[in-house]
């Protein structure tokens, strides 16, 4: 439900590029956070690219409980990876409670499923996790990348007015993933797994 309350917020939206803290104030303005947290972390890519936990906690001691989420990333990643995983982990505060990892056994879980082979002899919780996450990514490009602005870059592209790489500064978004929002298939992609998912 919040996913769909994003694609709406930016639905129009032509002026790129987009900012992932405004997709942030989105939900917190929706209900779903009290609080969410941007942090970058010097943090080698090959072991650390973006991942959210969620707490809740008392600012003072007879405040409200305050539900927050952490976004960490890595600060060595280039800017355009930067916003898209920070935009893919912000997804995941979206996502139902079955979806998230609860304790370290998940996690690892959780891990070996996104980092391992598929399998179709061992299913369970941690496939579905595993399976959100992968699509998680092409949430965060249908965000930051809304149709609106797809369709004026492809028509500025189709006039000479523009090429990729203007494209990719416009939007601030890694080169190849332009490349797929671009691209003719992109359209039933995010109307299959993108909006499909998020009703």
């Given amino acids: 439900m919040y996913l769909k309350n994003l694609l709406q917020a930016v639905a129009s939206n032509n002026e790129m590029p987009l900012e992932v803290e405004d997709m942030a104030n989105e939900l917190?303005?929706?209900?779903?956070?009290?609080?969410?947290?941007?942090?970058?972390?010097?943090?080698?890519?090959?072991?650390?690219?973006?991942?959210?936990?969620?707490?809740?906690t008392r600012p003072g001691v007879y405040?409200?409980?305050?539900?927050?989420?952490?976004?960490?990333?890595?600060?060595?990643?280039?800017?355009?990876?930067?916003?898209?995983v920070c935009c893919k982990e912000l997804i995941h505060v979206c996502d139902s409670s079955v979806e998230q990892t609860n304790t370290e056994e998940e996690v690892q879980a959780l891990l070996d499923k996104i980092l391992g082979p598929l399998s179709t002899e061992d299913f369970g919780v941690a496939d579905i996790m595993a399976a959100k996450d992968k699509f998680a990514i092409y949430q965060a490009l249908a965000i930051l990348f809304p149709?609106?602005?797809?369709?004026?870059a492809r028509d500025r592209i189709k006039r000479g007015f523009n090429d990729i790489d203007d494209v990719v500064?416009?939007?601030?978004l890694p080169k190849r993933m332009v490349e797929f929002v671009l691209s003719d298939e992109w359209p039933g992609i995010r109307e299959e797994f993108v909006v499909g998912w998020s009703i």
């Fill in 28 to 56: 917190i303005r929706a209900g779903c956070q009290d609080r969410i947290i941007f942090h970058p972390a010097n943090q080698d890519p090959s072991e650390l690219q973006g991942v959210f936990c969620q707490y809740t």
């Fill in 63 to 84: 405040a409200s409980p305050e539900f927050v989420t952490l976004i960490v990333y890595s600060s060595r990643l280039p800017i355009e990876w930067q916003r898209l």
């Fill in 147 to 152: 149709l609106s602005a797809r369709e004026e």
């Fill in 169 to 172: 500064a416009w939007t601030c």
